[in-house]
């Protein structure tokens, strides 16, 4: 098994999600717990010096000029985990979860935050051991850390709290005991250490970047096999066209659909006819497509900076340098992800499109609302009716939570991000966009069945193929939401993209293009 090195190697979303899944095992290596040892000892310096630090030998927030003695100071870290474990509503997905253990101890073993090597140990013991605890979805105002889910997050280092185990949920306090293991005594400034941070933010956002990837990889092959269905022209996805206008999401994306529907019978079977040009969901999908993989680029980018980062407050460089400033705050990748919640949206929303184009019936050979025989059936009427109301929802959640800003801590804490509901609702986009993409493939699979015998290149007739091996051609109102579902979890499995990239290795065919390695790593 593959290994990393918390605090010293190179972290990357796919990494944590390796480590998150049991594929990578993270390890602490004898230089990283030196540094560790190095950064505690700095604070036990710091607290028999008695000079006032803030969060060391300091009240918290507002209290940040009330002096506590030393012998208080380990109340003192406790007493900010009961307090500030606040959060409220369902717990956030286990997975996520185990994310926040990982960027957190990637960040404390950074040896800039005083933590003792043993709650490290504590921490990686939950990560190996898949103890992960149960932290609500509701609280984090992701400015001063997300204070109150990484509060709950390590509750039960000090035996309180909750945490999953298997598919059960158990009190961390008899976790523990069958395990034989006592809770641990927090050193000074450890609970700030564990709670300053924005890893709330930043493993919603290892999420999102993943779920956001698949999207708009299967938005190129929804969107290519419409196009084929609808009979679309291939011209506005000519290489010399996009040269003009070089961004590298929009060349991506106008190469691939180019080499998708490579030696494409149904498209050649066209090439000479008189219409000018198509509608804006066919011939603009690099445009829009395009732009929301550069903000699916620009997200990468700032998310990996992120979960490299020191985001501890203060930080200790040694006993008479530490610094008290905004490191915790979460703006820097707040902003990127309402960007990207609206990236995903625009992905949804010209797909909506698509769909309804597909019904209209003013592509010869393919009848309106794609079935032979209506009037006594509806065809595909409806399903468009819930990709409407879908991308109508997520419209209403691409208003930017980082726009809002609500003073808390007595005015100490005047400006916050609010970057953990824009993760959230980032993520809640991506999923209702897998199912409008599903629906798509549904109805694009009808449009294609018109054609015949008639077929595409070897990629999008093995991807087509695939679907039919799933969901058959319609010729009469049916119960349809069992297909969607089946569509759906055809666009979220990713297994479409893994069959076009075999196909194309086995017959030889390009399907990378010369941006995949931006596109195509995370």
């Known amino acids: 098994m593959k290994t990393f090195q ?88 286990v997975e996520i979860s185990k994310l926040m253990l990982i960027l957190k101890l990637h960040a404390l073993a950074k040896g800039y935050s005083g933590i003792q090597e ?28 997300d204070l109150a889910p990484l509060s709950h997050l390590f509750l039960p280092l000090i035996g309180l709290g909750k ?7 158990l009190s961390a306090a008899t976790v523990l005991q069958e395990h034989h293991l006592s809770p641990i005594h927090l050193g000074p400034k450890e609970g700030l250490g564990l709670i300053n941070g924005t890893q709330f933010i930043a493993a919603f956002g290892v ?8 999207i708009l990889a299967h938005a190129d092959l929804t969107g290519a096999m419409m196009l084929e269905g609808l009979l679309g022209s291939i011209k506005p996805f000519s290489a010399e066209l996009h040269q003009l206008r070089p961004y590298a999401g929009n060349q991506h994306v106008a190469q691939t659909i180019l080499n998708l529907l490579h030696e494409s019978e149904i498209v050649h079977s066209h090439a000479t006819c008189a219409r000018v040009q198509d ?9 829009v497509h395009g732009a929301s993989r550069n903000a699916w680029l620009h997200l990468k980018q700032m998310l990996e900076t992120e979960i490299n980062s020191v985001t501890d407050n203060p930080v200790v460089f040694d006993e008479n340098h530490t610094i008290s400033g905004g490191n915790f705050h979460g703006q820097p990748i707040a902003m990127p992800l ?21 019904l209209e019936g003013d592509t010869p050979g393919v ?57 959230r609702k980032a993520l809640q986009v991506i999923e209702n966009v897998e199912k409008i993409l599903g629906v798509e493939l549904f109805c694009a699979a009808q449009a294609v069945d018109f054609h015949a015998p008639m077929k595409s290149g070897k990629i999008m007739t093995a991807l087509y193929e695939h679907v039919r091996t799933k969901i058959k051609h319609i ?46 790593r995370f």
């Not at 505690?40 to 507002?62: D, M, Q, S, W």
């Not at 945490?163 to 949920?169: F, L, Q, R, S």
């Open 279 to 287: 509608p804006y969901s066919l011939r603009c999908m690099p445009q």
């Open 367 to 423: 009848p309106k609302l794609l079935l032979k025989e209506t009037g006594l059936n509806s065809g595909f009427m409806i399903p468009q009716y819930t990709t409407a109301a879908l991308a109508s929802e997520n419209k209403g959640l691409c208003f930017p939570s980082s726009a809002d800003s609500i003073p808390t801590s007595l005015g100490q804490e005047d400006h916050v991000s609010m970057g953990s509901i824009g993760a």
């Open 118 to 145: 043993q709650t490290l140990d504590r921490i990686l013991w939950h990560i190996e051991n898949d103890i992960i605890p149960l932290v609500p979805k509701q609280g984090s105002l992701g400015a001063s850390g």
């Open 6 to 93: 918390y605090g010293q190697q190179h972290l990357t979303p796919s990494i944590a999600l390796g480590i998150a899944r049991g594929e990578i095992r993270g390890i602490l290596t004898p230089e990283t717990r030196e540094k560790v040892r190095v950064s505690a000892a700095a604070i036990e310096k710091i607290v028999a010096n008695g000079k006032p630090v803030y969060g060391i030998n300091t009240g918290f927030g507002p209290l940040c000029t009330t002096l506590i003695s030393p012998d208080q100071t380990q109340k003192l870290q406790e007493n900010l985990l009961k307090s500030h474990a606040v959060g409220v509503g369902e717990p956030i997905p």
């Open 163 to 169: 945490v999953h185990v298997g598919e059960k949920i």
């Open 475 to 520: 010729t009469e109102d049916q119960i349809m939401y069992e297909d969607m579902e089946t569509a759906i979890e055809i666009i979220r499995s990713g297994e479409l993209l893994i069959l076009a990239r075999e196909v194309a290795k086995k017959e030889e065919l390009e399907f990378e293009t010369q941006w995949s390695g931006d596109f195509d």
């Open 207 to 214: 999420k999102v970047l993943e779920r956001f990837y698949n």
């Open 338 to 358: 309402d960007y990207a919640c609206l990236a995903a949206s625009e992905i949804g929303n010209i797909s909506d499109r698509r769909i309804y184009l597909s």
